[in-house]
């Protein structure tokens, strides 16, 4: 099935770290692989069959060079920004594309978002929408805590925790830097440790709940976004979910035209009720795929690729999604400290360990982390999956005491990880 495209030109916008799985997947199924942005360093141009230095923003650019190459088709991934760049790209060549103008924005875009969810009935995070005009007013009648926001960033940059009235225009002035249009959100400040992600595939329409998790978290400044330290699957919520909200769920991918392709909604659940506070329509960054596709025996992001390049999915591979799993799943984080990266100890001797899918490393020696409650923080997901949760468990505590990043002066870079106690 992987080799139907063999031969086939498909071009990547934006080369990131993540985006690499893009590649080595469509290399398995036999696609010759072309990447463009304007870093010249760009992690995925490294195994890429061809690279080129064309900014992935100039869609004039990119429609010639795919016509000058005879590209096939275009794919993007993991980057918010660069998706209503593929859309016009796609638009103007005829190729196949998963979203529109405006759904695309919609994702984006956590104001029309959240409007969006509302109106086709999605319970969202309570927000209040702020700009430079009037965030001081607002700020004399909400309620503390709350979580200042972008509306047009992601990876948590520009994300603030307030706790009370005192800090909250300090808070707002930074978060107003993280956006361009100016406007930010003020959302209650929900459990961190009540978190969760759903993912679903649509296939003309049909949306299909392929996995849901439970996410872990370790707090290391109380007014910045937490530092991630996994997900569990399937998800302790997901049969109240697939109850209360798929409905909703369906009516709102409806209600918007999404008609194919891969999303990933985040929210928080309190007891038997679930709040929705992000959405992404296009690979998320902890390689979820690859844990669905150890249980549900298909590949999620071959798929999209052979979409960009057919214009459809196999719905015989998507159709085995099953959310439920035979097992436990694990995508175990693993977070880094601001500083330079001297040495890393342990990765290949943990990517041998019984139960792990895959190790995908996103830092290396050399590189240097200043950014504090964001996802350039990760400097590794680990795939793990167990029959039962005392094999899911084992693993984890292996792989936790194999690795290791130091820095220049040889101190421990990685935050402390998860006690596998937590996972129940």
Same mark, same amino acid.
């Not at 030109?9 to 398995?28: D, N, R």
């Not at 990266?341 to 041998?352: H, L, M, P, Q």
């Not at 094999?391 to 290791?404: A, H, N, R, W």
């Given at each position: 099935?992987?080799?139907?495209?063999?031969?086939?030109?498909?071009?990547?916008?934006?080369?990131?770290?993540?985006?690499?799985?893009?590649?080595?997947?469509?290399?398995?199924?036999?696609?010759?692989?072309?990447?463009?942005?304007?870093?010249?360093?760009?992690?995925?141009?490294?195994?890429?069959?061809?690279?080129?230095?064309?900014?992935?923003?100039?869609?004039?650019?990119?429609?010639?060079?795919?016509?000058?190459?005879?590209?096939?088709?275009?794919?993007?991934?993991?980057?918010?920004?660069?998706?209503?760049?593929?859309?016009?790209?796609?638009?103007?060549?005829?190729?196949?594309?998963?979203?529109?103008?405006?759904?695309?924005?919609?994702?984006?875009?956590?104001?029309?978002?959240?409007?969006?969810?509302?109106?086709?009935?999605?319970?969202?995070?309570?927000?209040?929408?702020?700009?430079?005009?009037?965030?001081?007013?607002?700020?004399?009648?909400?309620?503390?805590?709350?979580?200042?926001?972008?509306?047009?960033?992601?990876?948590?940059?520009?994300?603030?925790?307030?706790?009370?009235?005192?800090?909250?225009?300090?808070?707002?002035?930074?978060?107003?830097?993280?956006?361009?249009?100016?406007?930010?959100?003020?959302?209650?400040?929900?459990?961190?440790?009540?978190?969760?992600?759903?993912?679903?595939?649509?296939?003309?329409?049909?949306?299909?709940?392929?996995?849901?998790?439970?996410?872990?978290?370790?707090?290391?400044?109380?007014?910045?976004?937490?530092?991630?330290?996994?997900?569990?699957?399937?998800?302790?919520?997901?049969?109240?979910?697939?109850?209360?909200?798929?409905?909703?769920?369906?009516?709102?991918?409806?209600?918007?035209?999404?008609?194919?392709?891969?999303?990933?909604?985040?929210?928080?659940?309190?007891?038997?009720?679930?709040?929705?506070?992000?959405?992404?329509?296009?690979?998320?960054?902890?390689?979820?795929?690859?844990?669905?596709?150890?249980?549900?025996?298909?590949?999620? #992001?071959?798929?999209? =690729?052979? +979409?960009?390049?057919?214009?459809? *999915?196999?719905?015989?591979? /998507?159709? @085995?999604?099953?959310? %439920?799993?035979?097992?436990?799943?694990?995508?175990?984080?693993?977070?880094?400290?601001?500083?330079?990266?001297?040495?890393?100890?342990?990765?290949?001797?943990?990517?041998? #360990?019984?139960?792990? =899918?895959? +190790?995908?490393?996103?830092?290396? *020696?050399?590189?240097?982390? /200043?950014? @504090?409650?964001?996802? %350039?923080?990760?400097?590794?997901?680990?795939?793990?999956?167990?029959?039962?949760?005392?094999?899911?468990?084992?693993?984890?505590?292996?792989?936790?005491?194999?690795?290791? #990043?130091?820095?220049?002066?040889?101190?421990?870079?990685?935050?402390?990880?998860?006690?596998?106690?937590?996972? @129940?």
């Amino acid at each position: 099935m992987t080799k139907q495209l063999e031969g086939k030109k498909l071009l990547l916008l934006g080369g990131v770290q993540p985006a690499c799985q893009i590649v080595e997947e469509a290399h398995k199924m036999g696609v010759t692989v072309y990447v463009t942005d304007y870093l010249a360093n760009s992690p995925a141009k490294a195994i890429a069959d061809k690279s080129f230095m064309v900014n992935a923003m100039d869609v004039d650019a990119v429609v010639d060079l795919c016509k000058a190459e005879g590209i096939d088709g275009l794919i993007t991934g993991y980057v918010d920004s660069l998706l209503p760049y593929a859309e016009m790209i796609c638009n103007k060549l005829g190729f196949p594309f998963w979203g529109n103008a405006l759904n695309i924005e919609m994702c984006i875009n956590k104001e029309t978002f959240k409007e969006a969810c509302e109106k086709s009935g999605l319970p969202v995070v309570p927000w209040r929408k702020i700009n430079r005009d009037n965030y001081l007013c607002v700020g004399e009648k909400i309620e503390f805590p709350v979580v200042i926001k972008p509306v047009d960033n992601s990876g948590s940059r520009g994300v603030f925790k307030c706790y009370d009235k005192e800090s909250y225009a300090e808070f707002c002035l930074k978060a107003f830097e993280f956006s361009k249009c100016g406007v930010l959100l003020v959302e209650r400040l929900m459990n961190v440790h009540n978190e969760f992600s759903a993912y679903y595939m649509i296939n003309h329409g049909k949306a299909i709940l392929t996995g849901m998790g439970d996410r872990f978290v370790n707090i290391i400044d109380e007014s910045i976004a937490p530092v991630g330290q996994g997900m569990q699957f399937p998800s302790k919520k997901l049969t109240l979910w697939c109850e209360k909200v798929d409905n909703a769920v369906q009516r709102f991918f409806s209600d918007n035209l999404m008609n194919e392709g891969f999303i990933f909604i985040q929210g928080f659940h309190e007891e038997e009720n679930f709040y929705i506070h992000e959405i992404g329509y296009r690979l998320n960054g902890g390689f979820s795929y690859k844990i669905i596709e150890h249980f549900s025996e298909y590949n999620q #992001v071959q798929e999209l =690729i052979r +979409f960009s390049l057919t214009g459809s *999915v196999d719905a015989n591979e /998507v159709n @085995k999604s099953n959310p %439920a799993f035979d097992g436990y799943g694990f995508i175990l984080t693993f977070a880094l400290q601001p500083g330079e990266i001297k040495e890393i100890c342990g990765v290949d001797d943990a990517a041998k #360990v019984k139960g792990v =899918i895959d +190790f995908c490393q996103l830092h290396n *020696v050399g590189d240097r982390l /200043v950014a @504090k409650g964001t996802t %350039a923080q990760v400097f590794a997901y680990v795939l793990c999956a167990g029959k039962t949760l005392e094999d899911l468990k084992l693993t984890i505590k292996t792989v936790k005491d194999l690795v290791s #990043v130091k820095d220049i002066e040889g101190n421990e870079l990685l935050y402390t990880s998860i006690d596998i106690e937590r996972i @129940k």
